[in-house]
């Protein structure tokens, strides 16, 4: 398994903007998505990928995973899209594919990447759902899954605020199918950038579910995702505790320790690890 990596804030940034590309380089988010997707008009989709490839190579990025979200296969620019941001000498670190709906999606998309750039999908169709398990299968480059939340709603044609109870099961089960096959799991978007509560909401849901961190489509959403799925101070000393009790002579051996008045099992013990991973990659940030 790869080294755990902080992925708390991704943030969507319009590839064809080279003001909003030049911000990104500066800001808190734990991941830039150079989007050639949902934020570029048609006639800009060649002047948004020139300015995409010429990012990718001049770099600057820090820490930030520089992910690139392409158009799909069945448009006009799909093609070309992962043709060209992965051919450089410098690369991203992950294509976002949209709209990826059955495991001959992924198999097309993977085809289409050389080694060392990962594959993200978008889950954000109602027949995506229903193939979970089997998108989550497909090894090869496949290292995340994204809620695409806001073409959830559009096709399920069902009404949503800050709890998103109708998408709830849709959320659980991406979680589910993530967690199954070792993936990260990244939360939709929340589209009210003026309302920070209910950001706030979104996002202490989103930890309760077990993503990873939030998609994110405005600098000001930044902090508060960075906080949310950042690790608590009393869950890292509670980690350390727990690692420290395995490394003991007594527990050699034991799969089962009490530590602290509290049962603790080997899969704690992979929790605290994971989670100590975590909390010394953000203090070398």
Known sequence: MSPARPRRSALYMPAGNPRAIEKARSLACDVVILDLEDSVAPE????????????????????????????????????????????????????????VSTPADVAAYAARLPHGVDLWIMVETCAS??????????????????????????????QVDAERRPLQAALSLTVAAGRAFGLTVLDGVWNEIADLGGLEVQCRQGVEFGFDGKTLIHPDQIAAANQAFSPDPEEVAWAQIVVAAFKTAESAGKGVLRVEGRMVERLHLEQALRLLEIAGALEEA
């Open 44 to 99: 800009a989709k060649l002047a948004a990928r020139d300015l995409a490839v010429a990012a990718i190579a001049q770099g600057g990025f820090g820490r930030r995973e520089l992910v690139v979200r392409v158009n799909g296969l069945d448009t006009p620019w799909g093609e070309a899209d992962l043709a060209v941001v992965s051919a450089g000498a410098v690369r991203p670190h992950a294509v976002l594919a949209p709209k």
């Open 129 to 158: 759902l229903f193939a979970l398990d089997r998108l989550a299968a497909s090894g090869g480059p496949l290292s995340a899954l994204v809620v695409g939340s806001n073409d959830l709603v559009k096709e399920m044609r069902c």
